[in-house]
């Protein structure tokens, strides 16, 4: 594959400015039947979202998916979320009791608004038979799966029924796929977007490896409709992750869904634990994340996301940190 390269390869170049404050650009996305404040989904793992946030999550109108490491809550918690008349938005797996819970689902006509089937390799049978049954069973739900890292597996659970897809394998900050497996898409996480994107028809998920709020703009400008974090959703005040004090200062645990951790057992184990700075709420990186994506807007040209999807970018030799890393 020729021209690879990542976010910090890359700098979008600005167009004349159109609004008079950044305030007037537009962050809203829409997938599926909802719209939301920003392309931005916490990441769907047990140290970064739980029902709490969840819930603030959909009351204050963004998009967010409950993890799946705790199956036997599922059902009281989509019920709870549909009768505040919130999105309901949860996460499964493709072992065979999940095939069961998607019955369950059926029998008690419990639809969630979303389903994401979570899997590490997900151009697989395991994951296309999942689509099918889910899309068969409950069609009225819109249906992410993932993830994967070609074009061909794009496609391939597209024509299975998937609504949304889900890009990257191994970018992830607590991944070690890409160390233990040698596979991936780690390192070249933006222009494996890029190539995914060229053959999806659906919208594309990217997840993992944002590292800078400008992130988020390169990727819609490489072909992402969302953009999937966990990182940096891990140091807030509300985040599940333990909270530990070293020296005076704070600092949340942050694991990865294959680790030991999660797992409970070193089998098949991709993930790590790690410490990231402690950051105060949730709000104020939800509020900065807007504004810098309103600006980007701007640089942009235009007043919506629509603008970033078009502008030109270069190739940064050596980095845009140029030697100063600032995360
Ligand atoms: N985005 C990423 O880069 C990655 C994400 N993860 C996250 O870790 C969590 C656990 O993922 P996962 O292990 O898939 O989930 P599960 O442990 O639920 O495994 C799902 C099924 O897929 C099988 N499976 C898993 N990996 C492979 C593979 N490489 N080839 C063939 N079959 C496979 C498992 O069998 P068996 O275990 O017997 O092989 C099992 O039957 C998820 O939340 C996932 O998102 C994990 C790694 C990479
Ligand atoms: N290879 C692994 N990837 C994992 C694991 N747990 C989660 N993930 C992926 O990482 C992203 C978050 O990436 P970040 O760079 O924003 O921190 C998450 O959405 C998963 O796709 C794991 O154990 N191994």
């Not at 070609?150 to 659970?157: F, G, K, M, S």
């Not at 659906?202 to 990182?231: N, Q, Y």
């Not at 020296?247 to 869904?257: L, R």
Request: net charge negative; hydrophobic share 35%.
């Amino acid at each position: 594959m020729e021209n690879v390269f990542d976010y910090e390869d890359i700098q979008l170049i600005p167009n004349k400015c159109i609004v008079d404050s950044r305030a007037e650009c537009d962050t809203s996305v829409t997938l599926g039947k909802h719209t939301f404040k920003l392309p931005v989904v916490p990441a769907n793992m047990q140290t970064i979202i739980d029902e709490t946030i969840a819930l603030k999550l959909a009351e204050e109108g963004y998009f967010y998916i409950m993890h799946r490491f705790q199956p036997e809550t599922r059902m009281d918690f989509i019920r709870s979320m549909k009768n505040k008349n919130l999105i309901s938005s949860i996460s499964v797996g493709v072992k065979e009791e999940e095939f069961d819970f998607v019955d369950a689902l059926k029998q008690e006509t419990l639809v969630p608004d979303y389903i994401t089937i979570d899997i590490a390799h997900g151009h697989s049978n395991s994951v296309i038979r999942m689509i099918q049954y889910i899309k068969e069973q409950l069609p009225d739900t819109f249906l992410i799966a993932g993830n994967v890292g070609t074009p061909e597996a794009v496609r391939e659970l597209e024509h299975a029924g998937a609504d949304a897809t889900k890009v990257g394998i191994g970018p992830g900050k607590v991944c070690i796929t890409k160390i233990k497996t040698g596979f991936g898409t780690g390192g070249w996480q933006l222009a494996a977007l890029r190539w995914c994107a060229k053959a999806a028809t659906k919208p594309i998920i990217a997840d993992g490896g944002i590292r800078t709020h400008g992130d988020i703009a390169k990727s819609v400008r490489f072909g992402a409709s969302m953009v999937m974090i966990g990182s940096l959703f891990a140091g807030h005040e509300e985040s599940p992750g333990e909270t530990v004090e070293r020296d005076g200062k704070k600092y949340k645990e942050y694991f990865g869904s294959a680790s030991e951790f999660q797992k409970g057992e070193k089998k098949n184990v991709e993930g790590k634990k790690m410490f990231v700075d402690y950051k105060g709420p949730l709000s104020d990186t939800l509020n900065e994340m807007e504004q810098d994506l309103q600006s980007s807007i701007s640089y942009s040209g235009g007043s919506t996301l629509e603008a970033i999807r078009t502008v030109d970018y270069v190739m940064v030799k050596n980095s845009i940190f140029n030697g100063d890393k600032v995360y």
